[in-house]
T-cell receptor, first 113, second 115 residues
Framework: QQQVKQSPQSLIVQKGGISIINCAYENTAFDYFPWYQQFPGKGPALLIAIRPDVSEKKEGRFTISFNKSAKQFSLHIMDSQPGDSATYFCAASIHNAGNMLTFGGGTRLMVKP | DTGVSQNPRHKITKRGQNVTFRCDPISEHNRLYWYRQTLGQGPEFLTYFQNEAQLEKSRLLSDRFSAERPKGSFSTLEIQRTEQGDSAMYLC?????????????FGSGTQLSVL
């Protein structure tokens, strides 16, 4: 069963623009929400993560916005660069129950120069 | 390189053969996870270990799949009697249980092709 739904499946953004990827979850027990970046032939790499006790977290050009009542969270990439072109995955887990991540389906981002 | 190491990077096998993959986690990490990723999809959790104990294995895809972590260091994932549907990327990740956010660090995976 798909407990984390991610959209859009693909996204094209001009260099310098803002990339926005959205995720929705069903399991209200989830309490840890990371975002991963994956380049072809590589494993996913952690970008940024948030807990439900805050509504926003920013690290550099990457920001997570979290809406607990709507069971939604999103990744914003500011000043998008061609090097950001990759596949992005949201994920969720119950942190103290083994931290077994449930991933979304992924968003393939292309940043045009 | 002190990251998560997976071997082999690629494995081609014939249907019905057994295959085994190895994962060497980051040395101080006590948790080790296996995931499967099919083309165009997000990784799917399979099983995980804390030290040598396998704490969750109900998500292994069938009884043809098994994993071990005999001394709490490296781990192996075995698939018996492979089927074409087993073709996928098998990812290993490790983490430190007492890390505040328990960040998972992934290896580059083993790409399995079953002919």
């Amino acid at each position: 069963q798909q407990q984390v739904k991610q959209s859009p499946q693909s996204l094209i953004v001009q260099k310098g623009g803002i990339s926005i990827i959205n995720c929705a979850y069903e399991n209200t027990a989830f309490d840890y929400f990371p975002w991963y970046q994956q380049f072809p032939g590589k494993g996913p790499a952690l970008l940024i993560a948030i807990r439900p006790d805050v509504s926003e977290k920013k690290e550099g050009r990457f920001t997570i916005s979290f809406n607990k009542s709507a069971k939604q969270f999103s990744l914003h990439i500011m000043d998008s660069q061609p090097g950001d072109s990759a596949t992005y995955f949201c994920a969720a887990s119950i942190h103290n129950a083994g931290n077994m991540l449930t991933f979304g389906g992924g968003t393939r981002l292309m940043v045009k120069p | 390189d002190t990251g998560v190491s997976q071997n082999p990077r690629h494995k081609i096998t014939k249907r019905g053969q057994n295959v085994t993959f190895r994962c060497d986690p980051i040395s101080e990490h006590n948790r080790l996870y296996w995931y499967r990723q099919t083309l165009g999809q997000g990784p799917e959790f399979l099983t995980y270990f804390q030290n040598e104990a396998q704490l969750e294995k109900s998500r292994l895809l069938s009884d043809r799949f098994s994993a071990e972590r005999p001394k709490g260091s490296f781990s192996t994932l075995e698939i018996q009697r492979t089927e074409q549907g087993d073709s996928a990327m098998y990812l290993c990740a490790s983490s430190l249980r007492w890390d505040l956010d328990e960040k998972l660090f992934f290896g580059s995976g083993t790409q399995l092709s079953v002919l």
